[in-house]
T-cell receptor, first 116, second 112 residues
Framework: GDSVTQKEGLVTLTEGLPVMLNCTYQTIYSNAFLFWYVHYLNESPRLLLK?????KRTEHQGFHATLHKSSSSFHLQKSSAQLSDSALYYCALSEASQGGSAKLIFGEGTKLTVSS | EAAVTQSPRSKVAVTGGKVTLSCHQT?????MYWYRQDTGHGLRLIHY???????EKGDIPDGYKASRPSQENFSLILELASLSQTAVYFCASSGGNYAEQFFGPGTRLTVL
């Protein structure tokens, strides 16, 4: 079945260093739609960015990701980490199953901690 | 104004008791979802619904029931709460295939 893998459960960085959170996926569908959600402490998870276009860079709020269907990857990057980026980040795959449902399959999440 | 609300925000239940978690959305979305969040497991789908009066099993439905009496409301029911159901539960809504999901604030459930 479809799945999403986030290898790093915890990433600890010093402010100013680049961020890269890994996400790989498996799906039987050629029209994969990938998402990154961010969950700040005491808030609701919310969408950070999404993409379904192969090899196109998508950017939002300083973060960017490129969907590479050849390697089934959708890594999240930022050039310079800020203290306020500390949060739990989820990669997710949209599954268009029978009946028209719109399910998301989430990875296990990566907790990013940025320190000064 | 928050578009997805959940009640209660926190609950302590006893093992074997019945628990009902409620979710209300004002997004006019057809799809609603219940997830549980556990450290090391991320967000896992329990039940979902794409139309009122109909629910579907998600990836981890055992021990849970769901009810969608209207487009706006979606409940998660634990008939016999167990220790293993201690977790944070999130409700979400979306407009359809490949659409963004909007999450509620979560309910922290502790089963003792």
């Amino acid at each position: 079945g479809d799945s999403v893998t986030q290898k790093e459960g915890l990433v600890t960085l010093t402010e100013g260093l680049p961020v890269m959170l890994n996400c790989t996926y498996q799906t039987i569908y050629s029209n994969a739609f990938l998402f990154w959600y961010v969950h700040y402490l005491n808030e609701s998870p919310r969408l950070l960015l999404k993409s379904s276009t192969d090899n196109k860079r998508t950017e939002h709020q300083g973060f960017h990701a490129t969907l590479h269907k050849s390697s089934s990857s959708f890594h999240l990057q930022k050039s310079s980490a800020q203290l306020s980026d500390s949060a739990l980040y989820y990669c997710a795959l949209s599954e268009a199953s029978q009946g028209g449902s719109a399910k998301l399959i989430f990875g296990e999440g990566t907790k990013l901690t940025v320190s000064s | 104004e928050a578009a997805v609300t959940q009640s209660p925000r926190s609950k302590v239940a006893v093992t074997g008791g019945k628990v009902t978690l409620s979710c209300h959305q004002t997004n006019n979305h057809d799809y609603m979802y219940w997830y549980r969040q556990d450290t090391g497991h991320g967000l896992r789908l329990i039940h979902y619904s794409y139309v009122a009066d109909s629910t579907e099993k998600g990836d981890i439905p055992d021990g849970y029931k769901a009810s969608r009496p209207s487009q706006e409301n979606f409940s998660l029911i634990l008939e016999l709460a167990s220790l293993s159901q201690t977790a944070v539960y999130f409700c979400a809504s979306s407009g359809g295939n490949y659409a963004e999901q909007f999450f509620g604030p979560g309910t922290r459930l502790t089963v003792l």
